[in-house]
């Protein structure tokens, strides 16, 4: 079940905040955050563990609220270089209780940020 | 750079055909993780090996096939190739993997595949 993220889009000014929103409908392990520039690969921002522990950039910032199975990235003061798709990934098992795990991203937000 | 290789960048080939993908992961790491991006489908994943032995599996037709050599590296094998195969694959590599899933995956610059 892919997760879904809002917004699908979002236009910045330099300096301008902006928070990107990832939701599931299953029970997750964990969350990762990647950000893709047109043309590039993802590249791995964060993930948010259950109990807290989170692993990442030192920049941006993420919560992750297990109990709605939800998860928010906070881009403050953005730059430039933040602008591309943000990805979030949803980790869990393929069936309940089973060993074997996948990661499952939402279709994406694109983020633009203007001079 | 992620220090995830993968080769060709681009490959242009025609219907029916039968093509390989190669990744070789990050030194260390032994997890390797393959994905289809397409415009309409998003990134989505199709298997994971980890030291040699598929791990999991996703979307993946029974059309593709992988598998991960004792020196880490993987291939793709996609064929009989339909129009909708054309898409960017993506492998990613991680230390390990863990139920908690707490191993970020580095992405490789991806192959590029065109079906006429």
């Known amino acids: 079940q892919q997760p879904v993220q809002s917004p699908q889009a979002v236009i910045l000014r330099e300096g301008e905040d902006a928070v990107i929103n990832c939701s599931s409908s299953k029970a997750l392990y964990s969350v990762h955050w990647y950000r893709q520039k047109h043309g590039e690969a993802p590249v791995f921002l964060m993930i948010l563990l259950k109990g807290g522990e989170q692993k990442g950039h030192d920049k941006i910032s993420a919560s992750f609220n297990e109990k709605k199975q939800q998860s928010s990235l906070y881009l403050t003061a953005s730059q430039l270089s933040y602008s591309g798709t943000y990805f979030c990934?949803?980790?869990?098992?393929?069936?309940?209780?089973?060993?074997?795990?996948?990661?499952?991203f939402g279709k994406g937000t694109l983020l633009t940020v203007n001079p | 750079d992620s220090g995830v290789t993968q080769t060709p960048k681009h490959l242009i080939t025609a219907t029916g055909q039968r093509v390989t993908l190669r990744c070789s992961p990050r030194s260390g790491d032994l997890s390797v993780y393959w994905y289809q991006q397409s415009l309409d489908q998003g990134l989505q994943f199709l298997i994971q090996y980890y030291n040699g032995e598929e791990r999991a599996k996703g979307n993946i037709l029974e059309r593709f096939s992988a598998q991960q050599f004792p020196d880490l590296h993987s291939e793709l094998n996609l064929s009989s190739l339909e129009l909708g195969d054309s898409a960017l694959y993506f492998c990613?590599?991680?230390?390990?993997?863990?139920?908690?899933?707490?191993?970020?995956?580095?992405f490789g610059p991806g192959t590029r595949l065109t079906v006429t």
């Open positions: 990934g949803t980790y869990r098992a393929f069936i309940e209780g089973g060993s074997n795990y996948k990661l499952t």
């Open positions: 990613a590599s991680s230390a390990g993997t863990s139920g908690k899933g707490s191993y970020e995956q580095y």
